[in-house]
């Protein structure tokens, strides 16, 4: 199987007045794993089912391979899919199933039997063949109607949450079989969901979406580093967000003011916001948990935030402790520490200092005040 590359040329969708889909353009290289990323309703499935052909933008057109494809019907695509909606066939077993799409093209019975049994092989359900979609887990059913995917190497697969009913663990393990078989096959997946942390460990780029737009394009280690608004910030990774009064620029550095005592300085080279003009306005003041460390209260330095301990807990891979800021609107901030042993359990109400990492921040206007 060979990927094809797939162009989302300046599409939009109405539904009567309603805007689902607005004026998206996507280049996507043959082979790319591809993430539609947003939140419930930001027109993903629509954008999918348009690429499926199930129904037809109001404007903009598709092309496949090279070929625009815009007025062709589904089945003529050659697209492979795992729709939510579309299930099993439960009159049949799990081998009819798979062998379905290649019915519909004529293959014939050596070649089908052939097929489905290499296809339930990549899927690693080998000895299903002749059950019945009700036998079967959620996860080995999802793994069927991945097989039916695949299974006439489509160049092309679409899957829309494909993942989504599955508890945390089973979901896991078969998203890394799902991106090993797409690097094993080297199909262009274009892989819709609203797991953001789905979408960072699979993807090769993630659009994400926000009212039927794309909000930013990139690679996931972009998109987690330079968020390019205050909502996608928000929406990959936790992020702790202050409110403040952008006070200018001098030398580098941005001069935020947080309260009457606590101005904080962020670098102008990776905070991302152009203040020039703004002097005065509200800002947004945007933290990664992981890139925030603590100190005793007066240790922290110039350029710490003050704060007292609300709860410090053991969550694993890394401490967590959650910090009542002694500024501004004492907003709660979240804090991971490595949990390595070396930081002493902090009790509820120690007064800290909370130091920013000054490549882990972002500011951004706060368009929302
Ligand atoms: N067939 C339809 N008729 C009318 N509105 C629709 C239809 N399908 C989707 N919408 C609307 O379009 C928007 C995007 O929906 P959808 O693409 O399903 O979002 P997502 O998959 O991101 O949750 C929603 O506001 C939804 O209500
Ligand atoms: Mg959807």
């Known amino acids: 199987m060979i990927g094809a590359p797939v162009f989302i040329d300046r599409i939009s969708k109405a539904y009567g007045s309603q805007t689902a889909v607005s004026d998206v353009t996507l280049d996507i290289p043959a082979g790319e794993f591809l993430s539609i990323l947003g939140p419930s309703g930001s027109g993903k499935t629509t954008l999918l089912t348009m690429i499926a052909g199930f129904e037809s933008p109001s404007a903009g057109r598709l092309v496949i391979g090279g070929r625009d494809v815009t007025a062709v019907s589904p089945d003529r695509r050659n697209i492979g899919m795992v729709f939510q909606r579309y299930a ?87 998203q890394i079989e799902i991106k090993q078989l797409q690097q094993r096959l080297g199909a262009t997946v274009i892989y819709v969901t609203h797991d953001q942390e789905e979408a960072l460990t699979m993807s090769d780029r993630i659009a994400v979406m926000a009212k039927g737009k794309i909000a930013q394009l990139g690679s996931p280690a972009d998109i987690y580093r330079n968020p390019q608004t205050a909502f996608v910030a928000d929406f990959i990774g936790k992020m702790n967000f202050l409110r403040g009064e952008f006070l200018g620029e001098t030398a580098g550095s941005q001069a935020i003011k947080l309260d009457e005592n606590v101005v904080f300085h962020t670098p102008s080279a990776v905070s ?98």
Do not use: W
């Not at 005065?280 to 005793?296: N, Q, S």
């Not at 704060?307 to 402790?321: P, W």
């Open 272 to 369: 991302g916001y152009d203040g020039a003009a703004r002097i005065g306005g509200r800002v947004r003041l945007a933290l990664r948990p992981e890139r925030l460390g603590l100190a005793a209260r007066g240790a922290g330095g110039k350029n710490a935030l003050p704060g007292r301990i609300e709860t410090s807990v053991f969550a694993g891979s890394f401490d967590l402790h959650l910090v009542r800021a002694d500024f501004g609107s004492h907003d709660i901030l979240q804090v991971q520490t490595p949990a390595d042993g070396m930081q002493a359990p902090f009790v509820k109400g120690t007064l800290v200092d909370v130091v920013a990492e000054q490549d882990g921040l972002r500011l951004f206007a706060d368009v929302e005040a």
């Open 88 to 174: 099993l066939f439960p009159h049949l077993t799990v081998a009819e199933n798979i062998a379905f799409p290649l019915k519909m093209r004529g293959i014939g019975k050596d070649l089908r039997a052939e097929r489905v049994k290499r296809a339930l092989d990549l899927v690693q359900l080998p000895d299903y063949a002749r059950r019945y979609p009700h036998e079967l887990s959620g996860g080995q059913q999802q793994r069927v109607a991945v097989a039916r995917a695949i299974v006439f190497e489509p160049p092309v697969l679409l899957m829309d949450e494909p993942l989504g009913a599955l508890d945390k663990k089973l979901r896991e393990s078969m």
